[in-house]
């Protein structure tokens, strides 16, 4: 079955510094999201991508933050001035736009930890 | 901002019993419910979902029903298994064409008991 893959598993960063985190969809799909999901706390959404530009962004996704598809297959999002609270992990999410009843399908994660 | 609420942190369940987890929402927009399991270190794996025009979907041991009035919608796993035992969360969007965010509940701990 498609999966959604995620690079790397694991980022440790110094605060301040710039990071990105990677994410290849599954093929056929549109719509490309980024979650984070702090510890001990819910799921939330940052920003949905579609025909290479933002859809919709949550306040958490703030000046720091930019998304990318530079080809065909990955889907970033960067990071540019990380911060402690930016400590969390990072889902990336994906699905298909063609009928109705289509769930996002996500990755496994990148667990980001700024020093 | 407790748009979808969990209100049941965790829930413990003899094998071959049902299981039943339950969420609630505020937002009379949503259009389109969802159940995802999560296991550790890997992202939520998507279970079952329903669109508000119905009132109950199922797929195999996974049932899903919505009372739209009440604002709730519940889980059912019958028979529960030992594998079953994962962090479940209930989600809501406003479209059920994929392509608007999902709002998360809290989660749900579901540990089976052999």
Same mark, same amino acid.
């Given at each position: 079955?498609p999966?959604?893959?995620?690079?790397?598993?694991?980022?440790v960063?110094?605060?301040?510094?710039?990071?990105?985190?990677r994410c290849?969809?599954?093929?056929?799909?549109?719509?490309?999201?980024?979650?984070?999901?702090? +510890?001990?706390?819910?799921?939330e959404?940052?920003?949905?991508?579609y025909?290479?530009? $933002? #859809?919709?962004?949550?306040?958490? =996704?703030?000046?720091?933050?930019?998304?990318?598809?530079?080809?065909?297959?990955?889907?970033t999002?960067?990071?540019r001035?990380?911060? +402690?609270?930016?400590?969390?992990?990072?889902f990336?999410?994906?699905s298909s736009?063609? $009928? #109705?009843n289509?769930?996002?399908? =996500?990755?496994?994660?990148?667990r980001?930890?700024?020093? | 901002?407790?748009?979808?609420?969990?209100?049941?942190?965790?829930?413990?369940?003899?094998?071959g019993?049902?299981?039943?987890?339950n969420?609630?929402y505020t937002n009379?927009m949503?259009?389109?419910f969802?159940?995802?399991k999560?296991?550790p270190?890997?992202?939520?794996?998507?279970?079952?979902?329903?669109s508000s025009?119905?009132?109950?979907?199922?797929d195999?041991?996974?049932t899903?029903?919505?009372?739209?009035?009440?604002k709730?919608?519940?889980?059912?796993?019958?028979?529960?298994?030992?594998?079953?035992?994962?962090?479940?969360?209930?989600?809501?969007?406003?479209?059920?064409f994929?392509?608007e965010?999902?709002?998360?509940g809290t989660?749900t701990?579901?540990?089976i008991?052999?």
């Amino acid at each position: 079955e498609p999966e959604v893959t995620q690079t790397p598993s694991h980022q440790v960063t110094q605060m301040g510094q710039e990071v990105i985190l990677r994410c290849v969809p599954i093929s056929n799909h549109l719509y490309f999201y980024w979650y984070r999901q702090i +510890l001990g706390q819910k799921v939330e959404f940052l920003v949905s991508f579609y025909n290479n530009e $933002i #859809s919709e962004k949550s306040e958490i =996704f703030d000046d720091q933050f930019s998304v990318e598809r530079p080809d065909g297959s990955n889907f970033t999002l960067k990071i540019r001035s990380t911060k +402690l609270e930016d400590s969390a992990m990072y889902f990336c999410a994906s699905s298909s736009h063609t $009928i #109705s009843n289509q769930p996002q399908h =996500f990755g496994d994660g990148t667990r980001l930890s700024i020093l | 901002d407790q748009q979808v609420k969990q209100n049941s942190p965790s829930l413990s369940v003899q094998e071959g019993r049902i299981s039943i987890l339950n969420c609630d929402y505020t937002n009379s927009m949503f259009d389109y419910f969802l159940w995802y399991k999560k296991y550790p270190a890997e992202g939520p794996t998507f279970l079952i979902s329903i669109s508000s025009i119905k009132d109950k979907n199922e797929d195999g041991r996974f049932t899903v029903f919505l009372n739209k009035s009440a604002k709730h919608l519940s889980l059912h796993i019958v028979p529960s298994q030992p594998g079953d035992s994962a962090v479940y969360f209930c989600a809501a969007s406003g479209s059920n064409f994929g392509n608007e965010k999902l709002t998360f509940g809290t989660g749900t701990r579901l540990t089976i008991i052999p």
